[in-house]
């Protein structure tokens, strides 16, 4: 017999495929995520999760099936994941890294280029039936030509974004918590201190890790710090940014534009007051979707969720310390 798995999604078939033909799949057909508690329910009589994102994984979860072997989940974050528990219940939790990096980057200037100048805007002008003319003072934005790109974050996807920075001129900053000095030297980033980058940067584009430390890394005190008329894009996780201190930054006109990729919640509510703001762009968390990367996604989530039930070392694991315990 094949080792029952829940699916919590309909992935690209390049995982899918090899996921129904190694395992018996149960695969949720809705397209929203299954309720916790169905959840629950789902993984009790399985050896295998691929989960998404929008899948919390905590302790009860785990706690509901000691025979579940793996959680593969389809992202290359994995917040939504307790980590620590899984580790303690010996099971290991794989992610997907590295494929959605150009993706990602692509996306996250496409944001930057957007937001300075006012696309999403000119096209709802057109539509709206008010272009009459060209006007000298109409929809101006900001340069990106040797303006200044301060990166928070300065991993695949942090590096990647700078690299395409540089076909434009632009000056680099970046923070860490650790220098890289070969991508210094390769893309012609200087890494600064949080206090130095918010204070000269043009841009700010956020490519960290949700955790403890960055979430509401930027609230009212950081935003205060960073130049005026700048402008915030977050491609990472929603809940770095306290969302009520960038309505007032954006409001009163501290910063220029944001542009979001991710907000806390998602989806966003239709009653959240950014939506009122013509200069915050927000898109539904579509920075990997393209055909390549999501296809790439799901079949690294599939080998990963295998490669668990037959009791081999993930590729890609994010707890590669369970290996010690067992």
Not at 262 to 284: F, G, S
Request: glycine share 8%; aromatic share 6%.
């Amino acid at each position: 017999m094949k080792p029952k798995v829940f699916v919590s999604r309909i992935i690209p078939d390049q995982g899918l495929e090899l996921v129904r033909q190694a395992c018996d799949a149960e695969i949720w057909q809705d397209e929203m995520p299954p309720p916790h508690e169905v959840l629950l329910e789902k993984i009790r009589d399985k050896v295998g999760l691929l989960s998404l994102l929008t899948d919390r994984t905590d302790a009860a979860l785990l706690d509901a099936n000691p025979q579940l072997r793996v959680v593969s989940n389809m992202a290359v974050g994995y917040d939504n994941i307790d980590i620590k528990a899984a580790t303690e219940r010996g099971v290991p939790v794989g992610n997907t890294p590295g494929v959605l990096t150009e993706a990602t980057a692509d996306f996250a200037f496409a944001l930057l280029m957007a937001s300075a100048r006012n696309i999403v805007q000119g096209a709802d002008y057109v539509r709206a039936g008010k272009w009459k003319t060209w006007g000298p003072k109409l929809l101006l934005g900001a340069d990106l030509a040797g303006a200044t790109l301060g990166l928070i974050g300065f991993g695949r996807i942090g590096q990647a974004v700078a690299q395409r920075a540089r076909g434009f001129n632009m000056r680099i900053l970046y923070n860490d918590l650790r220098r890289v000095p070969e991508a210094e030297k390769t893309i012609g980033a200087s890494f600064v201190d949080l206090d130095t980058l918010l204070k000269e940067s043009d841009f700010v584009s956020i490519h960290t890790d949700l955790n403890a430390q960055s979430r509401h890394l930027f609230n009212a005190a950081t935003f205060a710090k960073m130049k005026r008329g700048a402008i915030l894009i977050n491609t990472a996780r929603g809940p770095i940014v306290d969302q009520t201190a960038l309505y007032d930054a954006l409001r009163n006109g501290h910063l220029r534009a944001a542009a979001l990729d991710v907000t806390d919640p998602e989806p966003l509510p239709m009653d959240n007051p950014l939506h009122t703001l013509q200069n915050c762009l927000i898109a539904p968390h579509i920075a990997s979707a393209t055909d390549n990367t999501r296809g790439k996604m799901a079949e690294m989530a599939a080998r990963n969720l295998i490669a668990g039930i037959n009791g081999e070392r993930l590729p890609t694991c994010v707890n590669p310390e369970v290996y010690d315990r067992k």
